[in-house]
């Protein structure tokens, strides 16, 4: 029998199949299946949970960051005249096309860009998974180039570019 131990400022109650986590950054509310959980102590018990009981445990873990501190992940447009801005609940983005490109942004999910120069975006939110996914969602409008590094990139990547032709060879 595993367990996890549930950080003070976080309120839980379990309900019918449900985990109800209430923290500084907001509500979360999971379905627990058939995993079997009990509340002792300020420690979350894993009765039953199959083979899977590791597994649910890193989750359960995830979800208490998720709702005490949240998840972000940046991503930098890098290109002459790259801009991107927010609009009510939608992202825009110029990207060197010959039109805006618009995203809508998950009600989960919250979006932000730098004021300066509209080059960073903020994503936050309480899942890691569904922050990667809006990320990754981004990103796909218009990957790096692999000649000149011109797009969307995660912050901090490092990206190799490819040579190109040579002149005279």
Do not use: W
């Amino acid at each position: 029998m595993l367990s996890v131990a549930i950080p003070n400022n976080i309120q839980l109650s379990l309900a019918q199949g449900y985990l109800k986590m209430v923290g500084p950054y907001g509500t979360l509310i999971k379905k627990t299946g058939s995993t079997k959980l009990a509340v002792v102590d300020s420690r979350l018990y894993v009765l039953e949970a199959g083979d899977q009981t590791n597994n649910y445990l890193s989750l359960l873990r995830g979800y208490f960051i998720g709702v005490t501190k949240g998840y972000r992940r940046k991503l930098r447009l890098i290109g002459v005249g790259y801009r991107a801005s927010i609009i009510g609940n939608k992202l825009s983005l110029k990207v060197g096309f010959s039109h805006e490109l618009v995203y809508n942004v998950p009600e989960d999910v919250t979006v932000t860009c730098s004021k300066a120069k509209g080059t960073l975006i903020l994503i936050r939110g309480k899942e890691v998974q569904r922050v990667n996914q809006v990320a990754s969602e981004i990103r796909g409008l218009r990957y790096p180039d692999s000649y000149k590094g011109k797009g969307i990139h995660y912050d901090g990547e490092i990206l190799r570019l490819k040579k190109g032709k040579r002149e005279g060879a």
